[in-house]
């Protein structure tokens, strides 16, 4: 099962790095997005609030992609996965740049919750690793 989700998770991060985020319409309802306590409106999400938070935050950017750079099994349906976002300010060539880490949890091979955080030790121990 590790690999499967390694692989779902995978997938839908290979549609990001292209800026495609109409995956995010079919996650389940009671999917859960916590966002790093960096960013405005950090919080926890559930559902339709969720998708609508993760839309505005990618909509705030012009070309906005998101790319995994390391995908870890965590074992127990988790994959940690270590992401670079890129995007420009609306009006701007400037391309912002941003790093963080996310924990992915997995029920019966969709993902159903994604917690973010600024660095690869919170990751972990959310998804129950240590360094």
């Known amino acids: 099962m590790s690999q ?43 559902g339709e609030a969720a998708v609508r938070w993760m839309k505005a935050w990618v909509e705030s950017f012009e070309g906005h992609t998101i790319e995994a750079t390391t995908l870890i099994d965590a074992g127990d349906d988790m994959v940690v996965v270590e992401i670079v976002q890129r995007g420009r300010a609306h009006g701007s060539e400037t391309v912002i740049e941003g790093n963080w880490w996310q924990a992915v949890k997995l029920r019966d091979g969709e993902v159903a919750r994604v917690e973010t955080f600024t660095g690869r030790a919170q990751a972990l121990e959310a998804a129950g690793l240590t360094e």
């Not at 991060?13 to 790093?36: M, Q």
Request: avoid cysteine; glycine fraction near 4%; aromatic fraction near 16%.
């Open 4 to 46: 499967e989700n390694l692989e779902t998770v995978r997938a839908a991060y290979e549609e990001f790095a292209r800026g495609d985020f109409s995956s995010w319409d079919e996650l389940p309802e009671d999917f859960e997005f916590v966002t790093s306590s960096e960013v405005p409106d950090a919080g926890t999400y559930r």
